[in-house]
């Protein structure tokens, strides 16, 4: 990967590649490039190896994306850690991965102290990030080389999933698999050089890092890197012409829908918006698309990908509510209505999880557990987690199905559904329901409205209004939360 970078800086050295928007800080390609070796012979002086993990406990900050490159050129793992964790549960994940080295931010330094993991000693990543040259003035220069990692199937990196089925799983990603995504990314979503991006998703999540941040970076684009998700902010960002592209997840972009007048302004260079993480509700798309702003909906998940699809803008309207045609170098496939990926963008396994891995990974494909289905026009389209399905009085129903049409209700800010178990028809839909500020709702209401629009067996039967659904820090709905609150109701 070093190896790209290095491409990258050799092209335009003195071009903007990161800009750090917390700290302040801009970067070049010549310095992200000398900055990252600079932390690559840290890293050796302090003992870490080819294999050996390197933990990082902070926000989005520069120092991280420096990291993943000068672990890249030592062979090492990069191992970034969810922040939003409880200390014991950052304590499990620490345990799984045994890192060499664990390096937080000061905005962490006292969650840091409390970890108790026997003969780790938690490290700031400020002070091993400090040099003795100003590191944003180091330029390029060709004696600079180092024989760094070739191997396309040595890992750099492990993520662990948000356990949204179980406890979180280290999800191993190839140099190999990061440079095919990207590769797929920019020729599928036509990316070059000229690009730039916002990145707010967290960078221990695959949006954060696999979306549109490394792919830019390894394309010679420039990344804005903020410390969080701020809806303002990022739309000022894209007004000011920093943005020609933006990923986010669909509350992310509920929330700009409330500066979308920043995002489609004359100075702005937005081509497209790409969603992700969940399904969006097309009412959302629909202001979006009214506003003039491209918006795509996509699909992918941290073992694959993520960027398994691609979108042509002219069938954006047609096609609301796909996640696009096949990616060029993906594959596809339907196995009893499952959902199955394969290609060079796969990830290497669960980090000592040799039998999870063997029911995710197969001869060469992924089973997404997502249902889905394709059109005549090569379209797919997603129908639900195979887990989230239910079935009522004979019939298959998918939770998605019912809670796009939900979503379409003008009151309705959010909707989820589950399966409910039932004395007569074995399962019914049970559907948790947050209003719109300003708007009243009851059941009979949304009875009514689905009335012609749902097969009477795919309407929920029962409904609870609360003030938001329950999500991770991705923004996925966490439904086994909503099953626990509804099998507690009288």
Same mark, same amino acid.
């Given at each position: ?71 890249? *050129? ?35 330094? *006292? ?72 590769? !797929? ?66 509350? @992310?972009? !509920?929330?700009?829908? *409330? ?49 398994? &699809? ?14 696009? @045609? ?13 959902? !199955? ?53 004979? *019939? ?52 009514? &409205? ?41």
């Amino acid at each position: 990967m070093l190896a790209e970078l290095e491409a990258a800086a050799t092209r335009s050295p003195e071009k903007t590649a990161l800009v750090d928007d917390s700290a302040g800080c801009s970067y070049d390609y010549a310095a992200l490039l000398a900055r990252s070796r600079e932390l690559g012979r840290r890293l050796h002086e302090l003992g870490v190896g080819a294999g050996d993990r390197v933990a990082v406990l902070a926000n989005n900050r520069a120092e991280t994306i420096f990291l993943l490159f000068a672990c890249a *050129e030592r062979g090492a793992i990069l191992a970034p850690l969810n922040h939003r964790l409880a200390l014991p549960e950052l304590e499990t994940v620490l345990a799984d991965c045994s890192p060499k080295l664990l390096l937080y931010g000061r905005e962490f330094a *006292e969650t840091a102290a409390a970890l108790a993991i026997p003969g780790l000693t938690p490290l700031p990543i400020g002070g091993l990030a400090e040099s003795g040259s100003d590191m944003k003035l180091c330029k390029y220069s060709g004696d600079n080389l180092h024989n760094f990692m070739s191997d396309p199937e040595v890992p750099v990196l492990i993520l662990y999933t948000s356990g949204t089925t179980g406890a979180p799983k280290g999800v191993v990603l190839s140099r190999g698999m990061i440079l095919a995504n990207a590769r !797929q990314t920019r020729e599928g979503w036509g990316l070059n050089h000229d690009d730039a991006t916002v990145t707010c998703a967290p960078l221990f999540h695959t949006g954060g890092w696999n979306v549109l941040t490394l792919p830019l970076l390894l394309a010679g684009g420039t990344v804005d890197l903020h410390e969080r998700f701020d809806a303002r902010a990022v739309a000022e960002a894209a007004a000011r012409g920093r943005a020609t592209v933006l990923f986010g997840v669909p509350t @992310m972009y !509920q929330m700009l829908l *409330e500066h979308k007048a920043l995002l489609a302004s004359p100075s702005s260079r937005l081509r497209f918006v790409i969603s992700g993480g969940a399904p969006c509700p097309k009412p959302v798309i629909s202001e979006y698309l009214a506003s003039g702003i491209n918006f795509r909906q996509g699909f992918g998940m941290t073992e694959a990908g993520p960027n398994c &699809f691609c979108f042509p803008p002219s069938a954006v309207e047609e096609k609301m509510g796909s996640v696009g @045609m096949t990616m060029p170098g993906t594959r596809m496939r339907l196995m009893d209505g499952e959902l !199955q990926i394969a290609g060079p963008h796969l990830f290497s396994g669960y980090w000592n999880r040799p039998t999870e891995t063997g029911e995710t990974l197969a001869d060469g494909w992924v089973r997404t557990g997502d249902l889905a289905e394709r059109d005549e026009d090569g379209f797919w389209w997603i129908l639900g987690r195979r887990k989230d399905m239910f079935i009522s009085g004979g *019939e298959n129903v998918y939770p998605a199905e019912v809670e796009q049409v939900l979503a379409a209700h003008p009151a309705v800010a959010e909707a989820a559904v589950i399966g409910v178990a039932d004395a007569r028809w074995q399962e019914v839909g049970m559907a948790f329901v947050v209003p719109r500020p300003g708007h009243a709702l009851d059941a009979e209401l949304l009875r009514r &409205f689905c009335d012609g629009r749902l097969a009477r067996y795919k309407q929920p039967k029962a409904y609870e209004f609360l003030d938001a659904l329950p999500k991770n820090e991705v923004g996925k709905v966490q439904k086994r939360e909503l099953a626990t609150r509804a099998a507690c109701r009288p």
